[in-house]
């Protein structure tokens, strides 16, 4: 009923805005003066709009919008369309200002105000555009440790190719077609539907749950894993063994150690709300407009809220391995970008950034010029530094005139193979030494970079694209001891990312911690934007 209502009225606006073209088209003033005005109104209007004014004054200042004929009622109706669905996309409806275009258009008495009409919902369309290909945010003004350089789109050109398109099909091909955004979507409108019927349900008392306890706790638990599709519908009333599979479950979904038992950290994530889920999910729709690009056939792809290195081929991973991440201090987050790896160093050696020289090794001198002996210290020609003969207190974190290295062996802070992706954030992945911290389940300890926790075999599978014995190749070199650069003949892309929500192989939308914190203030500035939360029902 309602759509039809919706229908009615769509028709009855359209037929009223055409009947305002033919009457001005039919109106007393000379048609030259018409066009004149029409036109002087485009030029006026879009000169404030670099892109929107070349545009018209390559096309003549003829409309694209405004024009009669069936042409431009579909290109009319699609971008109204398209605009008053925008939150399908999760983006911010008052943006767009639909109602304001539709008055404007309704209230069009004269060529110069549809000349002043043609240009607003140019305006509207670039606006939109931009914003569902490629974000509404720019990532750097939101946290500074998004260096990605996001793949924007020429705006003079959204409106020249729009021009000679199918409407419909050229607004529906502008958002992201990965199946990554696809799925995202899906889970949004299912959680806007959990909304609408109320959510999960009550949350879990806090504490810990542990398989064979019951009482009411239990009962909560088991009914809020139902809910959320985890656990099959069930009587029991204790902590069976179904419960604590049906934890696992969830456990696994987000990220936790599978150990069955609902503690702390279980019970913190299995209480967040459809709302807090809904919010993840439209960040991640913003990252993933912020990537729309060719990620590449083979690429590799880091999700540092999930601690994970993977390598994918044409869709499908086909390496994955833990990893490390920068610690979470702001110093020490690791940033998210794109490169391109183009060689790894097996048994390299470590050059010490000169923050950690400056901030942390350079006190220890000073109080004992044989700390860190490990490392050797280096003039600027590269000559190793004989430490009794230098008073380490005379210099500060600016005036210390050295450099610092650790030679390649097994206790080498990078251990025995690094992979290079040359950034100016200086950063790449890497073996470590320090094996245990890969049994955590949170795992943000380094100084930025990413390390891996099966470094080997990532090499191997680099390899096994130019060589017929990756293994043996590797292993000859990591024996011989010496620093050795080995080039990748296909140089791969690198994708260091942050999703607190995303889509698994198994096509099942995963969620994760926000570990820095960047998730809650991007959705500060879409909230800001007026991207808004809505509950779907019937």
């Known amino acids: ?66 024009g009669q004929g069936e042409q431009f009622e579909r290109r009319r109706a699609e971008l109204i369309r398209t605009l008053s669905a925008v939150q399908l996309h999760g983006l911010p409806p008052a943006r767009y200002s639909v109602n304001d275009l539709k008055t404007r258009m309704q209230n069009a008495r004269t060529r110069r105000d549809l000349g002043l009409v043609e240009v607003a919902l140019s305006a509207a369309f670039l606006r939109y555009a931009r914003d569902v290909q490629t974000g509404v945010l720019t990532p750097s003004r939101v946290d500074s440790g998004i260096v990605r350089e996001v793949p924007y789109r020429d705006r003079g050109m959204y409106l020249t190719d729009f021009s000679t398109s199918n409407p419909r099909d050229f607004l529906n091909a502008l958002a992201p077609e990965s199946p990554q955004y696809r799925d995202l979507m899906k889970e949004k409108l299912r959680l806007e539907r959990l909304l609408g ?16 306890q019951s009482g009411q706790a239990v009962v909560i638990l088991r009914n809020r894993l139902i809910a959320m599709g985890y ?45 807090e889920r809904l919010r993840s999910v439209i960040v991640a729709m913003e990252r993933e407009r912020w990537i729309n690009m060719d990620l590449g056939a083979r690429h590799i792809l880091v999700n540092q809220t999930d601690f994970s290195a993977r390598i994918v081929d044409n869709g499908e991973v ?70 009794a003969a230098v008073d380490f207190t005379q210099f500060s974190a600016r005036s210390f005139p050295y450099a610092m290295r650790q030679p390649p062996s097994k206790g080498n802070a990078l251990g025995l193979v690094k992979f290079m992706f040359p950034n100016k954030y200086n950063i790449y992945l890497h073996d470590t030494p320090s094996k245990s911290l890969f049994d955590r389940e949170s795992r943000a300890f380094s100084h930025g970079c990413i390390r891996l926790a099966d470094p080997f075999d990532f090499a191997y599978a680099l390899l096994a694209r130019q060589t017929d014995d990756p293994k043996g190749d590797f292993d000859r070199i990591l024996h011989s001891g010496k620093e050795t650069k080995v080039m990748l003949k296909d140089p791969v892309p690198v994708h260091i990312i942050y999703r607190t929500a995303v889509v698994s192989e198994k096509g099942q939308v995963e969620y994760r911690r926000d570990v820095y914190g960047r998730d809650a203030r991007i959705w500060q500035a879409l909230d800001n934007a007026g991207v808004v939360l809505q509950a779907v029902r019937g």
């Open 1 to 66: 009923m309602i759509s039809a209502v919706s229908s009615l009225f769509q028709s009855r606006f359209w037929g009223l805005f055409a009947a305002v073209l033919a009457f001005l088209c039919l109106t007393n003033s000379p048609a030259a003066a018409q066009v004149t005005a029409f036109k002087q109104a485009v030029a006026e209007a879009a000169a404030s709009d670099a892109d929107i004014a070349e545009f018209y004054r390559n096309n003549g200042y003829e409309a694209i919008w405004t």
């Open 318 to 387: 086909t390496f994955q391995t833990r990893s490390v991440i920068g610690r979470n201090t702001s110093d020490r987050r690791s940033p998210e970008f794109s490169d391109v790896m183009e060689f790894m160093v097996i048994n390299p050696s470590w050059y010490v950034p000169r923050s950690i020289v400056t901030k942390e090794y350079l006190p220890q001198l000073k109080n004992n010029p044989n700390a860190v002996s490990h490392i050797e210290i280096t003039d600027s020609r590269g000559r190793r530094v004989n430490r």
């Open 231 to 275: 656990l099959r519908r069930s009587s029991t009333l204790t902590y069976d063994v179904q419960v604590q599979k049906a934890v696992q479950r969830f456990q696994i979904a987000h990220g936790l150690s599978a150990d069955g038992v609902a503690g702390k950290g279980t019970l913190t994530e299995l209480n967040r709300t459809v709302e």
């Open 197 to 212: 019927q109320g959510g999960w349900g009550q949350t879990v008392p806090s504490g810990s749950l542990k398989p064979g």
